[in-house]
């Protein structure tokens, strides 16, 4: 059955660090994996997909990383900003149907 | 501009007593699903639907049922609500027959059955 982690739960940084989430997954075999932000309130948006034939993905200051073979991805934060504080999930989908497996999040607080 | 909505957005009920929880996305996807968060459970999927007319079950279907009549609806039904479905509902859609995977969320229903 695939697991997916998310280390830390919780992380705390003051403003301009770079900092990295980290997300492990138990089974090698997915098509891809999705990061995606939540905020209070609101829904996710999808930040990053990394299919599975790929190593990385860059967006802005966010780049995501996929090592399907030690089942670890991780996500690249460049010059954090208070805007940057909120749960920050990932995901991947296992099988043709779609379905997402979530980790736990990692809630971050960049502080001013 | 593209988006999923979901309603009510937040809802608190009686035990037993029906409810429906609509979708609906413009992006003329034909995959949706409903995911339910829970503290310490996370994200996990009740139902999805591949096309009009094809529902399937997910990881944590019992105590739900869904309809797909029509692409862009994909309603969420509880017919006789416990506390333990109170919960934190969101609704996702993707062009995923068509080879992209991106999956879009709605913002979220919050439901509490007392």
């Known amino acids: 059955k695939q697991e997916v982690t998310q280390i830390p739960a919780a992380l705390s940084v003051p403003e301009g660090e770079n900092l990295v989430l980290n997300c492990s997954f138990t089974?090698?075999?997915?098509?891809?994996l999705q990061w995606f932000r939540q905020d209070p309130g609101k829904g996710l948006t999808s930040l990053l997909l990394?299919?599975?034939?790929?190593r990385e993905q860059t967006s802005g200051r966010l780049n995501a990383s996929l090592d399907k073979s030690s089942g670890r991805s991780t996500l690249y934060i460049a010059a954090s900003q208070p805007g940057d504080s909120a749960t920050y999930l990932c995901?991947?989908?296992?099988?043709?149907?779609?379905?997402?497996?979530f980790g736990q999040g990692t809630t971050l607080q960049v502080k001013p | 501009e593209a988006q999923v909505t979901q309603n009510p957005r937040y809802l608190i009920t009686v035990t037993g007593k029906k409810l429906t929880v609509t979708c609906s996305q413009n992006?003329?996807?034909?995959?949706m699903s409903w995911y339910r968060q829970d503290p310490g459970l996370g994200l996990r999927q009740i139902y999805y639907?591949?096309?009009?007319?094809?529902?399937d079950k997910g990881d944590v279907p019992e105590g739900y049922k869904v309809s797909r009549k029509e692409k862009r609806n994909f309603p969420l039904i509880l017919e006789s609500p416990s506390p333990n479905q109170t919960s934190l509902y969101f609704c996702?859609?993707?062009?995923?027959?068509?080879?992209?995977?991106?999956?879009?969320f709605g913002p979220g229903t919050r439901l509490t059955v007392t």
């Open positions: 992006m003329n996807h034909e995959y």
């Open positions: 089974d090698s075999a997915i098509y891809n």
């Open positions: 996702a859609s993707s062009d995923l027959l068509a080879g992209d995977p991106q999956q879009y």
């Open positions: 639907s591949m096309n009009v007319e094809v529902t």
């Open positions: 995901a991947v989908t296992a099988g043709n149907t779609g379905k997402l497996i």
């Open positions: 990394i299919q599975s034939s790929q």
